[in-house]
């Protein structure tokens, strides 16, 4: 099918996991809205000819899907064919998707294949039995997208207009479609857990298939195309976990540690024989680095590390939530280190596998931060509960991810500070977030009142230094709820108390240049002089407190009406890069 040469997205969507032979299937694909919701009474689903065409993966409300219609639409049909190459017949095929929005129903060939809710996560169907080898298939799909503020919606706002600091919505899929085949025995997944005070690495392996006597599943660890580790596996068990000691003499340090300065990266093969033939073979990597907390401070591989980060909201003009390319993320993350940051919090989104691959290759470190709801009930904790765990599942093995951030502004659990069920759910989230990965901090609740938290993250728009200085420095006041961190909210829920945690300021600045046509936080300016001159007084303000472990300024870019970014909406620095990373770079 034709695509648009402007958007494509060609590039394998899972680097983490990546296996050689794939089918992209992103492109063009007849499209439909289907606002009375008939399609599924009037068989759609049984080629029917749909009226439009779109570009996937990018949503009908972005320029770059060929359609650009901000309205809400709940619900919308895409449909297009594909063949089965013929080096892949008799495999398992399996169709993936990167992430739709919200409820995605998928049938191939007139057969109903399933169902997925949720907008950010990935998921996949086998679709072996549905799909005839002979000739083109009719992949249709169907997405149900919701104005509720039950589901996980992060910045989509759930209004027909834009408000405040909620953006045009996003339905149906955006990011990208693919396949593969695979044999009947296959690895299903790695996780990957770096031991850095043991020098060692630990998998957890998990196949497909009945697992016999003839299996062998061979790991292959490499540094810069030198091999370090080679080691097989007889596996007795779908599900295996070994752990194997990373000390090579092939370099001076014996173990390359990753840091943001350092980021290196150990590559491995995993490769799984049956009867001594390889049925299949995946290549990931991994990075040696430790997360913890010592004497209210983040720690990175045992060494205190002060966090500059910038909020990263992940909007391009044409693309929307959809990175537009590789380029596109490259740019965004150079662009963040060119300015002095070191880091940055992915804000209500969970964002796209190839950028935390190229912040793991570049030495970014990730705040990630999951998409709200905005109102409290059954439905929301368990529409929230079901995808945070498949995406910390799918997130794990980034050594750019430092930090899980489930709950942002008391979105979701508006009542928290006094109510008891909310408390409890930001309890649950948090101790079910360290069984899956006990290590990187968990933060709940960004900005405003804490519950159980690993690190306290306030939220503070003041814009005079001096006044901010004064605020914070008595850190007793601030960490008792004896004064509101932010002149309106504590620091924690009732309840709940200091108990020796890193403070970060995860949100400060959000400086705007005068301009009509939106806002940024507190007054506008009209100079970079005046900006720079702002920028500084509050950022060594921060700095110059003590307690504080660092700060995340508000924000990488312009998001349409929100014109607070240090870059345009194109991308474009309002201010020179290397004079904010001056700032960020000096030592009061």
């Not at 648009?4 to 997205?9: D, K, L, S, V």
């Not at 570009?55 to 089965?84: C, L, M, N």
């Not at 759930?158 to 296959?186: A, P, R």
């Not at 507190?522 to 921060?542: D, H």
């Amino acid at each position: 099918m034709k695509t648009n040469a402007m958007y494509q997205r060609t590039e394998y969507p899972r680097p983490q996991f990546q296996r050689h032979l794939w089918v992209n299937l992103n492109g063009t694909w007849e499209f439909s809205f289907d606002d009375q919701n008939i399609g599924e009474k009037d068989l759609w689903y049984e080629n029917s000819s749909f009226s439009k065409e779109i570009q996937v993966p990018f949503t009908y409300e972005s320029k770059a899907s060929g359609i650009g219609d901000e309205s809400f639409h709940p619900y919308v049909w895409y449909q297009r064919t594909f063949e089965i190459p013929e080096e892949e017949l008799g495999k398992r095929a399996i169709l993936r998707f990167q992430a739709s929005d919200y409820l995605t129903k998928v049938w191939v060939n007139g057969n109903y294949i399933g169902n997925h809710a949720g907008g950010n996560a990935a998921f996949s169907f086998p679709i072996t039995h549905a799909i005839d080898p002979t000739k083109e298939n009719i992949l249709v799909v169907k997405v149900e997208d919701s104005q509720s503020c039950y589901q996980p919606r992060g910045k989509q706002r759930w209004k027909d207009e834009n408000f405040g600091c909620w953006y045009v919505q996003n339905t149906g899929i955006w990011q990208t479609v693919w396949m593969e085949f695979l044999q009947e025995e296959s690895i299903d997944n790695v996780k990957i857990t770096p031991n850095v005070d043991q020098n060692s690495v630990i998998f957890e392996y998990k196949f497909n298939g009945i697992v016999k006597e003839d299996w062998k599943l061979e790991t292959i660890i490499s540094y810069e195309g030198r091999k370090i580790k080679r080691f097989s596996i007889i596996p007795d068990r779908a599900n295996i976990t070994f752990e194997v000691d990373l000390l090579s003499e092939l370099h001076e340090w014996k173990v390359m540690h990753w840091t943001p300065e350092n980021p290196h990266l150990y590559d491995v093969t995993f490769k799984l024989s049956v009867n001594n033939e390889v049925v299949d073979e995946v290549r990931s990597y991994f990075g040696m680095r430790k997360v913890s907390i010592k004497d209210g401070k983040v720690l990175l591989n045992n060494m205190p590390i002060y966090q500059k980060l910038l909020l990263d909201q992940g909007y391009w003009q044409d693309t929307m939530l959809t990175p537009p390319s590789d380029e596109a993320m490259i740019e965004d993350i150079e662009k963040t280190i060119q300015m002095g940051f070191n880091g940055v919090r992915k804000h209500q989104k969970i964002e796209d596998e190839r950028f935390l691959y190229w912040c793991d290759k570049k030495g970014l470190i990730v705040w990630s931060e999951m998409a709200a709801t905005y109102e409290f009930s059954d439905e929301a904790v368990g529409n929230f509960t079901k995808e945070w765990i498949e995406i910390m599942e799918q997130r794990y093995n980034h050594p750019s991810i430092i930090t899980w951030v489930p709950f942002n502004e008391s979105w979701g659990v508006p009542n928290i500070f006094t109510n008891k069920r909310q408390q409890a759910f930001t309890e649950s989230i948090y101790y079910l977030s360290k069984t899956i990965d006990p290590e990187r901090p968990v933060i709940v609740n960004d900005g405003w009142e804490h519950t159980v938290s690993d690190i306290i993250a306030l939220h503070d728009y003041e814009e005079d230094g001096e006044v901010f200085y004064d605020r914070y420095i008595n850190k007793e006041k601030i960490l008792t709820n004896e004064i509101p961190h932010n002149t309106r909210k504590y620091a924690f829920a009732e309840g709940y108390e200091y108990k020796g945690q890193p403070v970060v300021i995860t949100e400060y600045g959000g400086i705007a240049f005068n301009n009509d046509s939106g806002w940024g936080y507190g007054n506008q300016v009209n100079t970079e002089e005046e900006f720079l001159k702002r920028y500084r007084k509050i950022t060594n303000a921060i700095k110059s407190i003590p307690y504080i472990s660092g700060y995340c300024y508000t924000q990488t870019t312009d998001v349409q009406q929100e014109i607070n970014g240090l870059l345009k909406e194109d991308r474009t620095p309002k201010i020179a890069l290397e004079k904010i990373k001056e700032i960020n770079d000096s030592i009061n």
